[in-house]
């Protein structure tokens, strides 16, 4: 079967939350895009966070679910990328299992990609702060703030908020990137926009809506100073030209999805995208 698009659903240890989060996602798939696949990636849960999943695909309606189980735990890195590399449509989004951004935000992401314009799109709740319903724990939200400056500092990247869990990419473009990629813990946000920064390939920081909740599997005192060093392991691994290849081959794509938006009539683009782009038009505010 062909999919339109592809949400991705890192998880580990969410069996309390990850059921009605599926249900919601079902929901507003079917409602907009049912020829959708919705992929669970659990990394080595220990209470039952796949059965939970797969026992709310009674609810998937049309869209296609899947649960794919990594054992042992390898960190979210890791499940993003294998679920991203698994997915079938040529657009692939992630979202966190606690949905702090809602799943009715997927428009802004997507549409931008389906128009051609992007490689790859990532929600921001710094662009726009007055989107932040509820907001972190002031140490962390500071730490946030603290990690992004640095990250902006050593890598030259002119984004705001790379560690927003929730990115679209144009698969077949980015997959060079997602294989080459290293960091399996909660630095690999950075990995990724830093070769698709290197790359060349257009991206696109969006405001999206957002809301903290509880239950969050980062803690600052220790992961803080470990995405620090992993922000210093990607730039020690691009100096060392580790990520050449698929940076080359990932600029290819792109200069290669330019040619074909470029020279295809403006018809025929409308008739390739109206289908997905369509779906999204009722809530697709930027």
């Not at 002119?158 to 080459?180: H, L, M, S, Y």
């Not at 830093?194 to 600052?220: C, F, M, N, Q, T």
């Not at 803080?224 to 698929?246: H, K």
Request: proline share 5%; with cysteine; hydrophobic share 40%.
């Amino acid at each position: 079967m062909a999919f339109s698009l592809s949400i991705i659903v890192p998880a580990y240890n969410e069996a309390t939350r990850l059921g009605e989060s599926l249900r919601t996602i079902f929901g507003y798939l079917n409602e907009h895009v049912p020829d959708s696949e919705v992929i669970v990636v659990d990394d080595g849960s220990s209470d039952g966070t796949a059965d939970v999943a797969e026992e709310s695909f009674r609810a998937a309606g049309r869209v296609s679910p899947r649960v794919i189980r990594i054992h042992p735990n390898r960190g979210k890195g890791f499940v993003v990328r294998t679920g991203l590399l698994a997915a079938q449509a040529p657009i692939a989004l992630f979202t966190d299992a606690d949905l702090s951004t809602p799943i009715t935000e997927v428009p802004k992401l997507v549409n931008p990609i389906v128009s051609g314009e992007y490689d790859l799109t990532f929600g921001s709740r710094a662009l726009d702060r007055r989107l932040i319903g509820v907001h972190q724990p002031w140490r962390r939200e500071q730490g946030g703030r603290i990690f992004n400056l640095i990250v902006r500092l050593s890598t030259g990247l002119p984004f705001w908020d790379t560690q927003c869990g929730f990115k679209a990419f144009r698969v077949n473009v980015c997959r060079p990137i997602i294989e080459a990629a290293t960091i399996d813990r909660f630095g690999f946000d950075v990995e990724l926009i830093y070769l698709a920064h290197l790359a060349e390939l257009s991206l696109r920081e969006i405001p999206v809506r957002w809301d903290h909740v509880e239950g969050s599997k980062l803690e600052v005192a220790r992961d803080s100073w470990r995405m620090f060093n992993e922000v210093r392991l990607i730039r020690r691994q691009a100096r060392q030209g580790l990520y050449d290849e698929a940076i080359a081959a990932a600029r290819v794509g792109s200069k290669d999805r330019e040619r074909v938006h470029t020279s295809t009539p403006p018809a025929s683009k409308a008739d390739s995208s109206r289908e997905l782009a369509s779906a999204f038009k009722a809530d697709a505010g930027s």
